[in-house]
């Protein structure tokens, strides 16, 4: 096949992508930050083009983390190979990035671990199945609170469910569900970070969370799980909520004004 015959074949291929555009759009938190497809510019504008939105009207492609919360808003199977290519957005319109279905993860839950020695360390099979990779060497502890990513029935035992289960002090487990006690899952976003009333100590106690020795720095449009609120002691039309962050950077506390509540 000559040069121009070879580019012609690739022509076609991206002229055939076939762009699902989810509605409502899905949110999901990225599991492996490391598999970012910045360069590949041409599949991004053909995703955009799907949207009605011309290449040069974005800004320039911003970085995610792990466990960071975004919105998948187009998908498209990817021209030269098997996995599923979804354009995703960050909040407050920060930009675009093209990630593999893979890397993402949809929450499906909240759970706490009530009990050690019921993890799975290496099950590849299963990791597989599930569409996540295990954290290698970490350990969950009994208190640690999760978001769960996945279920699967266990293969020789049909009364034992397995969970994946990402804690952000260390990364993403596989458990026996009889080790998890599953909770109501609120997850918010930070609307107004000059909202926050971390460091708190007696109002953390009261909230019964423990705060990071280095209170982490807010920005608008970062993710996590309301775990707790309670009335502030002096202004009783005010409500303070003790947020998880996503990114791994510990609990705050914030006025709940400054929070917009995202139903998954």
Same mark, same amino acid.
């Given at each position: ?5 070879? =580019? ?6 991206? &002229? ?6 989810? =509605?409502?759009?899905? #949110?999901? +938190?990225?599991?492996?930050?490391? %598999? ?42 990817? /021209? ?26 949809? !929450? ?15 099950? *590849?099979?299963? &990791?597989?199945?599930?569409? @996540?990779?295990? +954290? /290698?060497?970490?350990?969950?502890? @009994? ?17 034992? %469910? ?17 080790? !998890? ?17 971390? /460091? ?5 106690? *009261? ?8 209170? /982490?720095?807010? *920005?608008?449009? #970062?993710?996590?799980?309301?775990? *707790? ?8 039309? +005010? ?26």
């Amino acid at each position: 096949m000559s040069v121009e015959e070879e =580019h012609q074949v690739k022509k076609r291929k991206y &002229e055939e992508i076939d762009v699902d555009v989810p =509605h409502p759009v899905e #949110q999901v +938190t990225v599991v492996d930050a490391s %598999q970012r497809m910045s360069k590949w510019p041409r599949m991004k504008t053909v995703m955009l083009k799907a949207l009605g939105v011309e290449f040069e009207e974005v800004v320039p492609e911003p970085t995610v983390t792990k466990g960071e919360a975004v919105y998948v808003i187009a998908k498209a199977q990817h /021209p030269f190979g098997d996995e599923v290519v979804c354009l995703v957005e960050k909040s407050r319109g920060q930009g675009y990035v093209l990630m593999p279905e893979k890397a993402l993860a949809k !929450i499906r839950g909240r759970a706490m671990v009530t009990a050690v020695g019921q993890q799975y360390s290496n099950w *590849a099979s299963m &990791e597989e199945k599930m569409g @996540i990779k295990v +954290t /290698p060497e970490f350990k969950a502890r @009994i208190g640690q609170v999760g978001l769960v990513l996945a279920k699967e029935p266990h293969p020789r035992d049909t009364e034992i %469910q397995v969970v994946a289960l990402q804690i952000a002090e260390g990364g993403v487990v596989l458990v026996k569900s009889r080790a !998890i006690r599953e909770l109501p899952v609120s997850i918010v976003e930070v609307t107004d970070p000059l909202a926050r009333y971390t /460091p708190w100590a007696k109002m953390a106690e *009261a909230l019964g969370i423990e705060e990071p020795k280095d209170p /982490p720095t807010l *920005a608008a449009g #970062q993710a996590g799980i309301a775990v *707790a609120e309670k009335k502030h002691f002096n202004e009783p039309d +005010t409500i303070v909520v003790a947020v998880e962050l996503l990114s791994g950077a510990g609990k705050v506390m914030l006025d709940k004004r400054g929070l917009k509540y995202v139903k998954y």
